[in-house]
């Protein structure tokens, strides 16, 4: 007997030890989060390439030899400032054979204008016959289609020599030239002498399928905004995968077909390049907001899938965690996920200690793990 009540002491002990604890006294730690509200923006994306607003070949248009070349390649050029000098010499002397030849055309014009005077009024008077009449007006009718001739030669003399001085059309940067001081220039074959770009600002094309235009054409409308002087809609670009969308312009043309062949519109954007970063020729990334809404969202790390469901974990009333099926909207830029429905603003979402967490397990609520 006295063997049996020991026994039963000592199973008794063993049952209130603090080491046999209880399977619900044993709770798995979890972090907890609610759902919190942020703003999520809905884009269209695609890729594009920058190119120049204004880019153009500096043609010679007169011939001769390339005296002086007042740049270096690479260079940044103001508008209106020489470039390229061709040997202006022989245009000059054409000119001052123009400025003559115009001299005496007018003299000559001076005096059959006299002479007509002259024989209108003889032959009013019956002095001399009408045909010799009509013979100075025919002079003077002559002499000044001669005048306007030599003044059309001198305008033509005086714009050869002009062409002489290549000038930039605008602000932009010299590419490679190609004649060197000396060669000689035959504008019959309108030689390039360099490419001048302007790299600031810089448009960026890229296409839409019809129906993202649509989406386009639909969010403005619901924001009442018309394309337009006062209306930019932002365009976003991103240079690489890793990149952000670190610059950003503003849409300024859509094209006014569908190309039948690839099915898309092309759409372009007007990109500031004060920095001159960006290039003719670079690929990017783009975005469009088309409308920004306010949601709920969680860590993307608190939603578990399988075989296209999607789930979370709340923890419930005495700390028991439940299994709510959720639908996802879009990604946040902080790695967060939308919710759409499945959950509240005021539910516990476990966000860490998910793995082997099981429906109607207690948990214990802790701030890390």
């Known amino acids: 007997m006295n063997r049996l009540i020991a026994a039963l002491g000592i199973f008794s002990s063993l049952t209130l030890s603090p080491w046999s ?22 884009y269209l994306q695609s890729t594009g390439s920058f190119s120049a607003v204004n880019a153009v070949d500096l043609v010679a248009r007169v011939s001769g030899t390339l005296e ?15 470039v390229f000098v061709i040997e202006p010499e022989p245009y000059r002397i054409s000119l001052l054979t123009a400025e003559a030849d115009l001299k005496q055309q007018q003299a000559n014009l001076e005096q059959a204008l006299a002479n007509a005077a002259r024989q209108e009024t003889l032959s009013a008077r019956q002095v001399v016959s009408e045909s010799t009449r009509e013979s100075a007006d025919t002079q003077k009718r002559v002499a000044e289609a001669q005048v306007t001739a030599a003044e059309a030669k001198l305008r033509s ?17 010299l590419g490679a030239r190609t004649a060197d001081p000396g060669a000689y220039i035959n504008a019959a074959s309108a030689p390039k002498l360099a490419v ?23 969010a403005l409308s619901g924001r009442k905004i018309t394309p337009g002087e006062g209306n930019p809609i932002r365009v976003e670009a991103a240079l690489s995968e890793a990149g952000g969308y670190s610059y950003a312009g503003a849409l300024d043309y859509i094209a006014p077909e569908i190309d039948r ?3 898309t ?16 020729g670079m690929f990017a990334r783009v975005r469009i907001p088309l409308d920004t809404r306010r949601v709920v969202t969680v860590p993307e790390r608190a939603i578990t899938s399988l075989q296209g469901t999607h789930s979370v974990f709340v923890v419930a009333d005495q700390g028991v ?29 476990v ?13 214990e609520i802790v701030d890390q793990i």
């Open 68 to 82: 002086e070349v007042r740049f270096r390649d690479g260079d940044f050029v103001r508008k209106g400032e020489t």
């Open 265 to 280: 519109l092309t759409l372009r954007a007007l990109f500031p390049n004060p920095d001159r970063f960006l290039s003719s």
């Open 196 to 218: 001048l770009i302007q790299p600031d600002p810089l448009h960026l094309s890229f296409s839409a399928t019809e129906q993202e235009v649509i989406l386009i054409r639909k």
């Open 351 to 363: 966000t860490l200690g998910l793995a082997g967490l099981r429906p109607g397990q207690a948990v």
């Open 157 to 173: 003399a005086a714009l050869n020599l002009s062409y002489t001085e290549v000038k930039a059309p605008f602000d932009g940067i």
């Open 21 to 42: 604890a209880s399977a619900d006294e044993v709770r798995r730690k979890v972090v907890i989060e609610t759902p919190k509200p942020a703003d999520i923006t809905r």
């Open 321 to 349: 965690v439940q299994q709510r099926k959720v639908a996802l909207g879009d990604k946040t830029p902080d790695g967060r996920r939308e919710i759409l429905s499945g959950i509240g603003e005021a539910d516990r979402v």
């Open 261 to 263: 062949d690839t099915g």
